[in-house]
């Protein structure tokens, strides 16, 4: 409970001061007028109170992510808290704060652009196709697991099948993507983002007044995983949105061209990242408590976390803890986040798609015929992608994700360098992750028969080489 507790204070420090640090660097110019309002069209570029845009930041970027990541990640041990905290503070944040400022900036450019700004055309092109990848990805995964779900809640309904559902599912996201972001968007995502948020309070209490105990960091950080799972770099991949993640890259600029004033981005942005490390560390907290007081553990048969992921998907895990810690409220809650939660990261997600490539094809968005022609191709495909294995879906989009982060961090790390500004704050971030990433992709994809120490050596040192070429060649201030 200690180690839970000063996670939980940390987390709300690092918003309070750590953010202050990271908007100093940038240099916030608040009477400078925002595309919001330089911009406006009635359709992408709205201006919204920041309430609004606050809320659907955050369900933009939270989603299931901060709740199944988290119960998957803290299979790894108390290393799931100081990953979740660190990560969250001085890499998460500052990449979806820079994103969303440096959106601004560039008059609501989206990542792919940002990127091809800093780093040269190929790498914009580069950016491009990694990112429309994962977010169709995303929008295909997120089609099929609350179709499954519904269709698994109204059993023996005549016509539920996951096929219906995901047809429904699949209707909803043409309409949010095509619709202006005030007229479907802005209306419910506040009420998804509020239930999410009450669901992790209510958990939250829990935490603290049901049975069970929870790892400390005094425990041992590795070899806890039940299926032995080494836990570098594995569980920087399995904690994404509660920690990092490249996903953020491509929703955020969305708000961007929401928000009315830049002085709100460090609430808005850096804010909404700390609200979503908080919901991991209690799911994280919460998962882990309630499998110590399940059978098997206090005869010893059977460890805590092999207890935890004995019970299911992370999905079942949420389910059985709300329907169990809060009752006919908390089986509610828990509808609204493993249902509603993945088809609010879906209708972003072909949005986002939508935004890229019309930014990139310099096709007007004004007209709805327009927003569909360029949409149409990610729904093909997307809906291609569904009869796709989940876990092998998902298994893409881990490592897709996280280079997205990385390639990110290092754009940044060249925009504030070229502005005489101090770039270590996404310097040191972006070796980090570059060396999850490397080793992660050498652990999973290639068999080159080395042993696990030399493959994240190789990792770290191929970071580091990346960290000395940025400093011998980096641009100057002067822009």
Known sequence: MTTFCVSLVLLVLGFL???????????????????????????DYVPMATWRVFLVQFLNIAGTGPIFGAIMGILFGPAAYLWIVFGCIFAGAVHDYLTGMISIRSNGANITDIVGQEMGNRMRVLMLFVTLIMVVLVGAVFTRTPADLLAHLTEGWEWSTPLVWMIVIFLYYIL??????????GHIYPLFGAALLIMAMGVGIGIFTRGGTMPEITDPLAGNHPAGIP????????????????????????MARCIKNESLGRTVFYGAMIAEGIVALIWAAAGIKFASTLPGVAEGTKTTYQALADMGTPAVVVNTICSTWMGKVGAVLAVLGVVAAPITTGDTAFRSARLIAADFLKIPQRNIWQRLFTSAPFFLIAGLLMVIDFKTLWSYFGWTNQVLAAIGLWAFTVWLSRRGKFFWITL????????VTSSHFMLTSLDLGLKYQTIVICGGVFGMLLGVLFLLIRPKGGV
């Open 231 to 254: 836990v570098f770099p594995a569980i920087c991949v399995t904690i994404a949105c509660g920690a990092i993640s490249g996903f953020h890259s491509s929703q955020t600029p969305m």
């Open 428 to 435: 040191l971030p972006a070796l980090f992750l570059t060396a």
């Open 17 to 43: 001061f750590y953010s202050r640090v990271v908007e100093h660097v940038f240099g916030v110019e608040p009477d400078r007028p925002t595309p919001a309002v330089t911009k406006s069209d009635g359709v």
């Open 176 to 185: 949010a993507t095509l619709l202006p972001i005030n007229a479907l968007i």
